[in-house]
């Protein structure tokens, strides 16, 4: 039996409808005719809403996987080249640097997160995915099978098993201990809509592309979707314990008339109290079968919290946590309707406060919720290049989260579907039995060398971004030498695409 007949009979489980694991999903089927494929996404159906910005797709990654999998034309009838224009501009309103699309030169066209979606989905035999099917665990057989266990009761037998299940993988553990690193970076994410009618200042800066507004190691990322609505990142380099600080004042301010609870004579009582609640000094809990406490943040005065007769009394105590990395979690902070005026109020007033009304107007035509996005990354200082052991293996956001600022994370995903089919499928005449974990190391070591480029990438970005000369920087790594015409650019380009546009040449 042949190499690909091999590969061809083998279960293979992709855990994960990202980008990553539809892409490949779509190359097992359609370029090496696998029928044995299963997508499982924890996602109830295909139409709950992606968030988040567009996606602009790279020649040698994401447009790479795309051209290979004969996807191109359908793509280009959905992609959004105008989104490639760039506006740069300091707090005070100030343009630095207008960057138009060039019609007849489309390197990296955008696309909404859900179209993308929507398009690798609709590639896909019927049935790939299974919907509703969160993973919990999985077992490895002696046989060289794992059995994969979901939230639902349903377990499936795979022979082969891919995590791309995104950041946060619970695949991950089972294939090497790499534990994400905080990136001292927090976006809070919002969107406007009407942004023409509500924020017309914004709307022309963004162009149809992508505008940033940077000053004082921070600053707005705006950029325009497909469905008109601007989505909008503030991002603050702040690190983690100034951030808890800030959300517990917040907290605190709203919840000081809630420090008496009282509960007694229950069966079951778990009390979750956070954010220096210094006066929550009477909470009896008698006659309890189970009490868990879960007492997080400076609780130095809750002196009288009594126990009584339990059979079971976990108490977590996490005092002076300063190296808490779910700050999000832990703080009790409501970013999704509850303290929406609180949040604005404080980013004005604390963020912003010297900034131009231009961007205070952006913030309060916010649409809610506010969600936030602390960013974290696998380390790159130095990479760790693991190998898995067995017949599982990584792909996308699961194999090397990086940070957003270049726009290679779900590039990078894209490309990893196209390196693991050719590792797969390689033909090598050395080889006299197939080998899976063989081929699976060959891969991991082709993405590590291809993702570190990457991540150095993201991670100088995002420096740049955050840097208090961080206007002009950007502007020397868009257009390096030509930096010196930037105040051409736009009559240049204008010029080029009424060209173009009289011609028929453009899109």
Known sequence: ????????????????????GLSLARLLQQEKGCKNVIVAERDVDRNIRIGGSSLDLHDGTGLRFIKRANLYEKFKNICRPEGESITIADK???????KPHLKINSKKPEIDRGDLRNLLIDSLLPDTILWDHHFISLEEQSDGTTIVNFKNGTSIKADLVIGSDGANSKIRPYVNNISLKYSGITLIEFEIENPKQVCPEIYDLVDNGLFYALSDEKGFIVQLKGDGNLIVYLSCKRDEIKIIKIITIITNK???????NNNNNNNNNNSNNNNNNNNNNNNNNNNNNNNNNNNNNNNNNNNNNNNNNNNNNNNNNNNNNNNNKNWIKESGFDFKNKQFKEIKDFINDDVLSDWSEIYKNLLNNAVEPFIPRPLYSIPFDPMVEWKSKSNITLIGDSAHTIVPYAGKGINEGMADSCDLIDCLFEIDNEEKEFNLHKRLNKYESLMHQRVLEAGNDSNEAKEI???????????DRFLGSYKYIKSLIPFYTYFINSLTDSFGYSK
């Open 1 to 20: 039996m042949s190499i690909n007949e091999k590969i061809k009979d083998l279960n293979i489980l992709i855990i994960g409808a990202g980008p990553a």
């Open 92 to 98: 005070n309103g100030k343009v630095i640097l207008r």
């Open 254 to 260: 709203n919840n000081k008339n809630n420090n008496n």
């Open 465 to 475: 971004v955050h840097d208090k000369n961080a206007c002009n920087l950007l502007v």
